[in-house]
């Protein structure tokens, strides 16, 4: 649709330069990815903007209520593809001209323009998936974004004992997106790590209801509960004589399982419960298992306790 046949059009879309009073765009000031453009300025900032990268022009008004819908989801899109787009926004009650000349009849309605020429484009509200796919046709497939940089940072400094900052990484993200679920987990995680379950559950609760099943969230909380279980036991040494008076005591190797999971000594832990359903697969209908199935969720797949845990598991369940 907005192929070969616009090509004949484009030198009829470049009107010719003028002053330039594009802008403000949502956020509240001029960005360096999005702008409001005027007929006036549509050359310098689409046309000539589009030599150095790919811009999408989204034609839209005050009055359409799916432009309204469209605007945070593309504009998210862009921000995402970090600096592989530009967005240009013009609205057409204003400006009805370049609209006009390039045939638009419905809106909202997205043209992406590269080399100054239309190549591309949609009509109709989006999802963000959608958007995403067509910024990858235009542009190619977009690398991480700074929040997504940031928590990838945060989160190989606190795998590092670098708890602030992690801690300060992770602040920046929520800073931007108060509800970003990674951040909001990591927060909570360097808390327990510190001991302070308190203050791991406080960050738990700012999740938002549509947050609560996030596997970042499932996991922290899934590490809460085993370190409130895990205190509640306290130290080893009592669990450890009780076992090796009688190695059959599961609810004691159980418990030791759990408090050495609350120390940090994952392996261990998952070895001990693996060896209770090597002895006695039923015991506690079948409660070892279900534990370790919850260890390996507060873990995360690529934790040592979660890889050592699962093979162990495997061979036992299926030797």
Not at 174 to 185: K, R, V, Y
Request: glycine share 10%; proline share 6%; aromatic share 6%.
């Amino acid at each position: 649709m907005f192929g070969n046949s616009w090509t004949g059009q484009a030198s009829q879309a470049q009107p010719q330069a003028g002053g330039n009073d594009a802008g403000v765009g949502q956020a509240g000031g001029e960005t360096a990815l999005i702008k409001d453009v005027t007929t006036a300025s549509f050359r310098e900032d689409v046309i000539a903007e589009s030599m150095n990268q790919p811009v999408l022009v989204d034609f839209w008004a005050p009055w359409c209520g799916p432009c309204k819908q469209l605007t945070p989801i593309i504009e998210k899109a862009v921000a995402k593809a970090a600096g592989k787009v530009k967005l240009a926004k013009m609205n057409i009650d204003d400006h009805p001209s370049i609209a006009g000349q390039l045939g638009i009849q419905s809106i909202p309605a997205v043209i992406a323009f590269d080399k100054g020429r239309p190549v591309d484009g949609f009509m109709g509200a989006q999802s963000e998936s959608q958007i995403d796919a067509f910024i990858g046709r235009i542009a190619g497939p977009s690398g991480p974004s700074p929040v997504e940089q940031a928590l990838e940072q945060a989160a190989a400094l606190a795998g590092e004992g670098d708890a602030q900052g992690a801690a300060q990484l992770y602040a920046a993200v929520l800073q931007q997106e108060s509800d970003n679920a990674p951040a909001i987990a990591g927060m909570a995680r360097l808390h327990l790590d510190l001991g302070d379950a308190e203050g791991a559950r406080r960050f738990l609760d700012m999740a938002p209801p549509e947050k609560a099943k996030d596997p970042a969230i499932v996991a922290a909380r899934a590490a809460l509960d085993l370190a409130e279980q895990a205190a509640k036991l306290g130290e080893t040494g009592e669990l450890e004589a009780r076992l090796a008076a009688d190695p059959d005591d599961h609810q004691a190797r159980f418990d030791l399982a759990v408090a050495l999971a609350g120390a940090n000594r994952r392996v261990e832990a998952a070895e001990h419960l693996v060896e209770i359903v090597r002895r006695d697969r039923a015991w506690n209908d079948d409660g070892a298992r279900k534990q370790l199935l919850q260890f390996f969720e507060a873990w995360g797949p690529k934790d040592p306790g979660s890889t050592t845990g699962r093979r162990k598991l495997s061979a036992v369940l299926f030797s």
